[in-house]
Nanobody, 126 residues
Framework: QVQLVESGGGSVQQGDSLRLSCVVS????????IGWFRQVPGKEREEVSC????????NYVDSVKDRFTISTDKAENTIYLKMSSLKTEDTAVYYC???????????????????WGRGTQVTVSS
């Protein structure tokens, strides 16, 4: 069964850290593009950080560069997003997504066949 399950969200203060986890099953991390997206009510889902498992490329949205780190543990079939120096504008539901990599892209595309987790809420207060 193909599945993505996120965990690790919570309510923290500005400047704190959190680590999100996404446990995947049913596919090989080495062959897929995996990414973290986030969404705030009323806004479009935003790419946060992604890794192309096939070629190892990583990217981050500018607003999280130098604060967030994406990593994988292939033995545990898990993708992590370590978030540091959290800001109130990082408040969102964070989703893990996966799709076979497309040429020229690091992040999974948002298509009907893209796999999504259910999301985990991150709330940062001032």
């Amino acid at each position: 069964q193909v599945q993505l399950v996120e965990s690790g969200g919570g309510s923290v203060q500005q400047g704190d850290s959190l680590r999100l986890s996404c446990v995947v099953s049913g596919f090989n991390l080495d062959e897929w593009a995996i990414g973290w997206f986030r969404q705030v009510p009323g806004k479009e889902r935003e790419e946060v950080s992604c890794i192309n498992g096939r070629d190892g490329r990583i990217n981050y949205v500018d607003s999280v560069k130098d604060r967030f780190t994406i990593s994988t543990d292939k033995a545990e079939n898990t993708i992590y997003l370590k978030m540091s120096s959290l800001k109130t504008e990082d408040t969102a539901v964070y989703y893990c997504a996966a799709h076979p990599p497309l040429r020229g892209r690091v992040c999974p595309p948002v298509l009907s066949r893209t796999l999504w987790g259910r999301g985990t809420q991150v709330t940062v207060s001032s």
